[in-house]
């Protein structure tokens, strides 16, 4: 019989955390093992690991899917692996404390980046002598290059998982969000060609861990709020089909020109009515020519409006394709609002111009001498050419004639179908909170700015404030329904809530997700039905409660508050009713004594 001691960790320190734990535990006791684990939660530490303990034991397990400090496991032999390996086969970890001579830690595992100004030569040399260095250790490596003509080698979110050391080696500054929680080494190009094995040894004595402090401590502190909602959002957004993850960095990027000009185009109806009465509202034509009020206008609309199309283009190329898709992405954008195919025009510009260009990079070879040709001249050049061409003979009026079309039925509807409409987008809002679903509705409201339909992007607000202001309103009136640590992060999802951060709701879902997100979705859907039957408009796509203060930013402002209200109660009601009554211990009433966590 062997003495282990577990650790089990995941971002959000919700489900995972505790079904791996509860797995090591059944599989260490049908093995006849004494195990001990500590979970690292985001209501702290459970179960913490004394001195004794881990001076006993044979074997260490680290299941965890984020940094822990492994300072007080000095000397052991430890085994790393993740919180899915540990809920999928729990008895291939045990069954190494069973093993004579309980084996080793595999070999180190090390990724990196190499990066320069101009991302030819050093870029490659680079990651040669990161590669021959761990070679040269003992080690493995994968090494990602960000070159010239894009990323190359690219590193998966699965090699940044089974990472025991992140090496950067780069002369240009490099995105390092995707490591947080990783123990990251950062130099210059030149000491990784001179000598990789050495980087690699100074790494692993002085790397630190990258951001951890950001989804919660080492030592197991908890995380603030907003902290534990964006770690749930990062996970519940991992594996996301990569289709997903090139138009949201589009639309991440297109939202600050949109949001941008939304309010100043609200700010300028707003000084219109002031000035000129009701009759304010058409601040656009030409008579207003010159007045404060006009001069917003076109900034906010020929400016900000003006760009957004061209930039989602260009951000969805360049997700694809790197830099050098971001010339031929901009420019099909560019040519969609010329064409008169708006939003939809610009998505499929960007998909365009990123295939094309990523495919060109693939397929030109040229001397390592004329690689810098590449990206300056070739690409740009090819990519803008094929994308305009198809653009303007292909693309343009089918997908124009589709969107004036759209334009013309969202414009038409009556009560009872636009009421449907804003139930629909309302419950998508509802359903994964920033995930996929959520960001298609809003995307789909967004886009349609462009063509002047405002009711849809009010129903997609109204019902994305809804979720977060319903937690805080049932932790308020249901109590007993939440631990003490969900009655005081429901304040906090009240803020969010007003501020339309949908996410605030992530951290609830995610403990109880079968009795949550349909209570959610209920008042979501009332929400967006309410605010689109009644006729709301909204002009400004972000910015929750405060910009109802804004004159002329909401359309029929008393009935789009009352969408809210309604909306909040609704899912406050069903809350209450779906919810059990908890214990001391946290767990349902009348739920078996054991820990029980859900995705």
Known sequence: MAQIVAVTACPTGIAHTFMAAESLRRAAAQAGHTLHVETQGSVGTEGTLTSAQIAQADLVILATDVAVDESRFAGKTIVRAGTQDAIRDPGALVARAGSAGVPAAAPLHVVGITACPTGI????????????????????????????????????????????????????????????????????????????????????????????????????????????????????????????????????????????????????????????GDQGIFIYEDRYAGTLGNTLFKIGANGAFGLFVPVLAGYIAFSIADRPGLAPGMIGGFLAGLTGSGFLGGIIAGFLAGYLVLWLTRSIKLPRTLEGLKPTLILPLLGTLGV????????????????????????????????????????????????????????????????????????????????????????????????????????????????????????????????????????????????????????????????????NAVTNLPMYVAAIVAGTVVSTLMLGILKKPLGADGLPLNAARTPVAAD
């Open 121 to 276: 030569a050093h870029t490659f040399m680079a990651a040669e002598g990161l590669e021959g260095g761990a070679r040269k250790l003992g080690y493995t490596a994968k090494i990602e290059t960000q070159g010239s003509v894009g990323a190359g080698n690219t590193l998966t979110p699965d090699d940044i998982a089974r990472a025991d050391l992140v090496v950067i080696a780069a002369d240009t500054n490099v995105d390092l969000s995707r490591f947080t929680g990783k123990r990251v080494y950062v130099t210059g190009t030149k000491p990784a060609i001179k000598d990789g094995a050495a980087v690699i040894t100074a790494a692993q004595a002085q790397a630190t861990v990258h951001g951890v402090t950001a989804a919660g401590g080492a030592d197991g502190s908890s995380p603030d709020y907003v902290a534990q909602a964006a770690a749930a959002k990062a996970a519940k957004n991992a594996g996301t089909p990569a289709f997903y993850k090139h138009l949201m960095t589009g639309v991440s990027h297109m939202l600050p020109f949109v949001v941008a000009g939304g309010l100043l185009i609200a700010l300028a109806f707003a000084i219109g009515s002031f000035q000129f």
């Open 388 to 551: 305009g061409l198809l653009m303007m003979l292909v693309v343009g009026k089918p997908v124009a004639a589709a969107l004036t079309g759209l334009t013309a039925w969202l414009q038409g509807l009556g009560n009872t179908s636009a009421a449907l409409l804003g139930a629909l987008l309302g419950g998508m809002m509802a359903f994964d909170m920033g995930g996929p679903i959520n960001k298609a509705a809003y995307t789909f409201s967004t886009g349609l700015l462009g063509a002047k339909v405002y009711g849809p992007i009010a129903a997609t607000m109204a019902a994305g404030m809804t979720p977060p202001l319903a937690l805080f309103l049932a932790t308020l009136v249901f109590k007993n329904r939440f631990t003490k640590d969900e009655v005081e992060a429901g304040k906090a999802a009240g803020v969010l809530g007003i501020s339309f951060i949908t996410e605030g709701a992530i951290p609830f879902a995610a403990r109880d997700p079968l009795r949550v997100i349909p209570s959610l979705m209920a008042g979501s859907a009332v929400a967006g039905a309410i605010s689109m039957a009644a006729g709301c408009l909204l002009r400004a796509p972000h910015g929750g409660i405060f910009v109802l203060f804004i004159p």
